[in-house]
């Protein structure tokens, strides 16, 4: 394992990148030799994310098993792992992935966007999700309360106040106004 106090000791191969952890208090990607940088979730985000899994608890897929997993690693290609913020799981996925070499890609993920977030890499991983099986993915936006949300690259919707999110077709009954996702 690789351990570093100074952040401009980076890993250069995936193997290492898999071992590798930094304490710089930064969260990493590995894209195709590159390593990417970025914040990870501040603590306003937590009542947010809090609300984001209390949510999906009275959905069917949690009641069939299915898990909405905080910063899981996510192996899209053999040279691009992704940690989304949150991404949905199937149980089959789940039980699947104990006795398959093949990592599970989700059909929907999340991504909170801070001011400290690059909109090109964010766009990036977008794309990069769609091409590798995401069906759905949601940007949220909490300074502006806002939430887009992708079906495809091409097609976006953008939620403000009473607008309904909606992770359909991947999650039929996790929808709900971003007014609900904000509340206090």
């Known amino acids: 394992m690789i351990i570093t106090k100074d ?8 193997e290492e990148f898999l071992s590798w ?7 990493y990607e590995w894209n195709d030799g590159e390593v990417i940088r970025f914040t990870g979730m501040k603590r ?10 209390r949510l999906f608890l ?3 897929a949690h009641q069939e098993g299915g898990e909405i997993v905080h910063e899981q690693d996510v192996m899209l290609t053999g040279i691009q792992l992704r940690r989304p913020d949150l991404a949905y799981f199937s ?10 070499d093949e990592e599970p890609v989700p059909e929907f993920t999340i991504e909170v966007i801070s001011s400290f977030d690059q909109i090109n890499e964010v766009k990036k991983k977008i794309l990069e999700y769609f091409k590798n099986g995401v069906k759905v993915v949601w940007l949220i936006f909490p ?3 806002m939430v887009e949300v992708y ?13 309904i ?10 929808e709900f106004t971003v007014n609900e996702l904000f509340e206090s």
């Open 58 to 60: 009275k959905t069917n």
């Open 143 to 145: 300074e502006y309360q």
């Open 7 to 14: 952040p401009s000791v980076l890993p250069h191969t995936l």
């Open 21 to 27: 952890e930094s304490n710089d208090g930064l969260k």
């Open 44 to 53: 306003k985000h937590l009542l947010l994310m809090r609300r984001l899994n």
């Open 91 to 100: 149980n089959e996925q789940i039980t699947n992935s104990m006795s398959s």
């Open 151 to 163: 079906t495809s690259p091409r097609n976006v919707t953008i939620c403000m106040e009473n607008d």
């Open 165 to 174: 999110c909606s992770a359909k077709p991947v999650l039929d009954d996790y």
